[in-house]
């Protein structure tokens, strides 16, 4: 069993930024595709951004430009670093580990709050 714990979440004014941090128990991220996901009061939970263990990633349009999800390998860490934070961007983020090669499994951690608001 794998388990991730976020952190870094908290109250920011728009234009602000925050940094999510993803500490797993273990290096799970060779040949798997980590990701920060959130969910926003009565929506469901939708993709923030990916990224493999080589590197390549992936992010939704709401977020490019502002958004750098990265990986520090040695230390099983996944960030997040968000800028110029909208009200939009209000949610609960989580972190998750995918395995999609056979024997898939996936992970969650517990989430953390973002809100931005004035």
């Known amino acids: 069993q794998v388990q991730l714990v976020e952190s870094g979440g908290g109250l920011v004014q728009p234009g602000g930024s925050l940094r999510l941090s993803c500490a797993a128990s273990?290096?799970?991220?060779?040949?798997?595709?980590m990701g920060w996901y959130r969910q926003a009061p009565g929506k469901e939970r939708e993709l923030v951004a990916t990224i493999t263990s080589i590197g390549s990633t992936n992010y939704a349009d709401s977020v490019k430009g502002r958004f750098t999800i990265s990986l520090y390998n040695t230390k099983n860490m996944v960030y997040l670093q968000m800028n110029n934070l909208k009200p939009e961007d209000t949610a609960v983020y989580y972190c998750?580990?995918?395995?999609?090669?056979?024997?898939?499994?996936?992970?969650w951690g517990q989430g953390t709050q973002v809100t931005v608001s004035s």
């Open positions: 998750n580990v995918r395995r999609y090669a056979a024997p898939t499994y996936e992970y």
């Open positions: 273990k290096n799970i991220f060779s040949g798997n595709v």
